[in-house]
């Protein structure tokens, strides 16, 4: 079955400081990969997605995340976050011959000034 | 505009109490889903529509049931309710490979 890791469950940074969040998958077929942000108290909101092409890939708000095939991540960054980044985080991984959205666990991050 | 609309957004009801709750869009996409979203948990699929007439089993659906009235609405019910219910339930739809959420509901049994 396909699973979705996330292994920070919870991040702590200043502001200015540089954020990257891990995201695994098992599964060894193509798949279409996300990263979702709630902000506190708000619905999911797509990040940036991965379907093909350069695995370096950019989304909103100065947030970009590389697909690593060899290694299967997907992991999230941002060179400089701001206290508006304090959010939960999530990742999730679609497979091509099903259409269901498997997400991880969650990385809940909190930015201080 | 929201494109994706839920309601209620907070309910708390009873143990053994049937409740609905309802999920609309106008963004016009044939594929909705529900998911009920736990701390700690992430968020996992209840019930999936391809169309009206094509409904499927998430990975949670014990205690669950859907109707997908029209393209534009999807129901998800709790035929009797119970406290392990109790979580932050989110409508989504599919366009092309991206799924849009809904702005959820929170629902407490008691």
């Known amino acids: 079955a396909q699973s979705v890791s996330q292994h920070n469950h919870h991040v702590i940074l200043s502001e200015a400081a540089s954020l990257e969040l891990g995201c695994n998958y098992s599964?060894?077929?193509?798949?279409?990969l996300f990263w979702y942000v709630q902000y506190p108290g708000q619905h999911l909101q797509l990040l940036l997605k991965y379907f093909s092409g350069d695995p370096l890939v950019k989304g909103i708000k100065g947030f970009e995340a590389e697909f690593i095939k060899s290694k299967f991540s997907f992991n999230l960054r941002k060179p400089s976050v701001q206290w508006s980044d304090t959010a939960e985080y999530f990742c999730?991984?679609?497979?091509?011959?099903?259409?269901?959205?498997?997400f991880g666990t969650g990385t809940r991050l909190q930015v201080f000034p | 505009d929201a494109d994706v609309t839920q309601t209620p957004r907070n309910r708390i009801t009873k143990t053994g109490k049937r409740i609905m709750l309802e999920c609309s869009q106008t963004?016009?996409?044939?594929?909705m889903y529900w998911y009920r979203q736990d701390p700690g948990l992430g968020l996992r699929l209840i019930y999936y529509?391809?169309?009206?007439?094509?409904?499927n089993k998430g990975e949670i659906s014990d205690g669950y049931s859907v109707s997908r009235q029209a393209q534009a609405k999807f129901s998800l019910s709790l035929e009797s309710a119970i406290p392990n219910q109790t979580a932050l339930y989110f409508c989504a739809t599919k366009g092309g490979e991206t799924q849009y959420f809904g702005p959820g509901t929170r629902l407490l049994v008691l």
């Open positions: 599964y060894g077929g193509t798949v279409n």
């Open positions: 963004k016009g996409h044939d594929r």
């Open positions: 529509s391809f169309d009206v007439k094509d409904i």
């Open positions: 999730a991984v679609m497979s091509y011959n099903t259409d269901k959205l498997i």
